[in-house]
């Protein structure tokens, strides 16, 4: 038996990553889809983060969807964990793994092994960074760490106060180390113009509005996530949230939230555009033809 196969989805929110791996899996007759994506693992948040549906699956299976509450953190090793664990018991079905999602750092986490520094959570200190702005917080980590600090989304509050407490306890985020995944590699990137992503992206804002996002956030809440855990989970929620709370009005809502998720969008594909595995495709046709030459059936 050969070595071991592993096809990878990549590309920015709203590019048709998802369409795209159902397609690959249908065809090849053996994949099976393990999502990458930092917000489809939990529970409850469907709309809000495009979680693809039992009829848009098409009986394909999906793992690493709905798998931890909303109200608890569900870490990148945690992830790591449960996708590498996932990834072997497709394999030992004999069927063909498939990671799909735009969560650059999930994607690495798994493909590259990075190993993950073990500190845990530090309380008192997270209670006390939580109280500032992330600007302060992406600044404080440029004092402590520089080279963390250039590497991070300084728009994510939640990376950065992590990253401060890794910095606190061992004195900086330590380098990365590495074990990668034992396999063949088959990276396909979806690429769309700025102009055709922002039509996309507010095309399917429209679209999640009309399916009750906003109810969705309502139901959330009422079970028991708070309006602080929304503003971690950043774009849909923390502007849907701060609409509920009559934080902003509604055309400002739509307004700064698409410019949000396209801002966001550019920092994923800057992640995506470092690693040089990847192979942007055009259309259909040629990640089909690429795919089925990776399988060996050319």
């Given at each position: 038996?050969?070595?071991?196969?592993?096809?990878?989805?990549?590309?920015?929110?709203?590019?048709?990553?998802?369409?795209?791996?159902?397609?690959?899996?249908?065809?090849?007759?053996?994949?099976?889809?393990?999502?990458?994506?930092?917000?489809?693992?939990?529970?409850?948040?469907?709309?809000?983060t495009?979680?693809?549906?039992?009829?848009?699956m098409?009986?394909?299976?999906?793992?690493?969807?709905?798998?931890?509450?909303p109200?608890?953190?569900?870490?990148v090793?945690?992830y790591?964990?449960?996708?590498?664990?996932?990834?072997?018991?497709?394999?030992?079905?004999?069927?063909?793994?498939?990671?799909?999602?735009?969560?650059?750092?999930?994607?690495?986490?798994?493909?590259?092994?990075?190993?993950?520094?073990?500190?845990?959570?530090?309380?008192?200190?997270?209670?006390?960074?939580?109280?500032?702005?992330?600007?302060?917080?992406?600044?404080?980590?440029?004092?402590?760490?520089?080279?963390?600090?250039?590497?991070?989304?300084?728009?994510?509050?939640?990376?950065?106060?992590?990253?401060?407490?890794?910095?606190?306890?061992?004195?900086?985020?330590?380098?990365?180390?590495?074990?990668?995944?034992?396999?063949?590699?088959?990276?396909l990137?979806?690429?769309?113009?700025?102009?055709?992503?922002k039509?996309?992206?507010?095309?399917?804002?429209?679209?999640?509005?009309?399916?009750?996002?906003?109810?969705?956030?309502?139901?959330?809440?009422?079970?028991?996530?708070?309006?602080?855990?929304?503003?971690?989970?950043?774009?849909?929620?923390?502007?849907?949230?701060?609409?509920?709370?009559?934080?902003?009005?509604?055309?400002?809502?739509?307004?700064?939230?698409?410019?949000?998720?396209?801002?966001?969008?550019?920092?994923?594909?800057?992640?995506?555009?470092?690693?040089?595995?990847i192979?942007?495709?055009?259309?259909?046709?040629?990640?089909?033809?690429?795919?089925?030459?990776?399988?060996?059936?050319?």
């Amino acid at each position: 038996m050969g070595r071991k196969k592993l096809i990878v989805v990549v590309g920015p929110t709203a590019s048709g990553k998802s369409d795209l791996a159902v397609e690959l899996a249908l065809q090849l007759g053996s994949g099976q889809i393990i999502s990458a994506d930092s917000r489809q693992v939990y529970k409850g948040m469907d709309i809000g983060t495009g979680k693809i549906t039992k009829r848009e699956m098409k009986g394909i299976p999906h793992l690493l969807l709905d798998v931890a509450s909303p109200k608890r953190v569900f870490t990148v090793a945690n992830y790591q964990k449960r996708t590498e664990r996932e990834i072997q018991r497709v394999w030992s079905k004999n069927k063909l793994p498939i990671l799909c999602g735009g969560t650059g750092l999930y994607i690495r986490a798994v493909v590259d092994g990075i190993v993950l520094p073990e500190v845990k959570p530090n309380p008192a200190l997270r209670k006390y960074l939580e109280k500032m702005h992330r600007d302060k917080l992406y600044a404080l980590l440029k004092k402590k760490d520089p080279t963390r600090a250039r590497s991070i989304d300084p728009k994510n509050p939640h990376r950065l106060v992590r990253a401060l407490e890794i910095a606190e306890e061992l004195g900086r985020v330590p380098p990365l180390s590495f074990a990668p995944l034992d396999a063949d590699i088959l990276f396909l990137g979806i690429k769309k113009e700025t102009g055709e992503l922002k039509k996309l992206i507010q095309v399917r804002l429209k679209k999640r509005l009309r399916s009750g996002m906003l109810k969705e956030i309502e139901r959330l809440h009422k079970n028991g996530v708070s309006w602080k855990r929304m503003e971690e989970f950043g774009l849909e929620y923390r502007y849907g949230a701060r609409l509920l709370q009559g934080k902003i009005k509604r055309e400002e809502f739509e307004e700064k939230l698409t410019k949000e998720i396209l801002d966001y969008s550019k920092r994923q594909m800057t992640w995506f555009k470092r690693d040089p595995r990847i192979h942007w495709i055009s259309d259909r046709q040629e990640a089909m033809k690429l795919t089925q030459k990776f399988v060996g059936r050319v």
